[in-house]
């Protein structure tokens, strides 16, 4: 099956400065990978996403691109603020099942 | 309002003895699925249903079943829950079409302990 790995899997930034989690697949199948914020306590909520007919594709402060040769994607988040800080999951998607990172945790420090 | 629900919240039990954790949708979604969540290990997918009566196994089936007679219910029975199916749950549906995915809505979790 699919193999999603993630990293790094902690990360703190200062507020305003950008953060960047990537993930590689194993599966060159996989054709959709959508990203999760998970606050404490709570559900995972979708925050982006991407199809592996785009290479980039953005949403205010919130991009994630893929590059399908190499077999990665990226969140990228710019102009990070306290409410940023969180745990981030990538995903890969291939047919009917979804194969997740195993999270970063982000912290945005004001 | 659009959501997924799941019952109960938190539960308690003892090793053996049968459970099971209800999951209800009111998208009509064709598309759900059970995950496990544990610390270090992110998510993972237990079983999915693309339809009524249509149930397939997910990466870490062992220990649970499923069923799915009405579109909106999925259920999760544990028949004999043992120690180290204690984690946090969670359901989660979306309109799913073959070849394509969409939006998953995740329910907002069951923290299961087994003693």
């Known amino acids: 099956g699919e193999n999603v790995e993630q990293h790094p899997s902690t990360l703190s930034v200062q507020e305003g400065d950008s953060a960047v989690i990537k993930c590689t697949y194993s599966d060159s199948a996989s054709n959709y990978f959508p990203w999760y914020k998970q606050e404490l306590g709570k559900r995972p909520q979708l925050i982006i996403d991407i199809r592996s007919n785009v290479g980039e594709k953005k949403d205010q402060r919130i991009a994630v691109t893929l590059n399908k040769t190499a077999k990665h994607f990226s969140l990228h988040i710019t102009e990070t603020q306290p409410e940023d800080s969180a745990v981030y999951f990538c995903a890969a998607s291939y047919g009917n099942q979804f194969y997740f990172g195993t999270g970063t945790s982000l912290t945005v420090i004001p | 309002e659009a959501q997924v629900t799941q019952n109960p919240r938190y539960l308690i039990t003892v090793t053996g003895k049968k459970l099971t954790v209800t999951c209800s949708q009111n998208?009509?979604?064709?598309?759900m699925s059970w995950y496990r969540q544990d610390p270090g290990l992110g998510l993972r997918q237990i079983y999915y249903s693309m339809n009524v009566e249509v149930t397939d196994k997910g990466d870490v089936p062992e220990g649970y079943k499923v069923s799915r007679k009405e579109k909106r219910n999925f259920p999760l029975i544990l028949e004999s829950p043992s120690p180290n199916q204690t984690s946090l749950y969670f359901c989660a549906s979306t309109t799913k079409r073959e070849w394509a995915s969409d939006t998953q809505y995740f329910g907002p979790g069951t923290r299961l302990t087994v003693l």
């Open positions: 998208m009509n979604h064709e598309y």
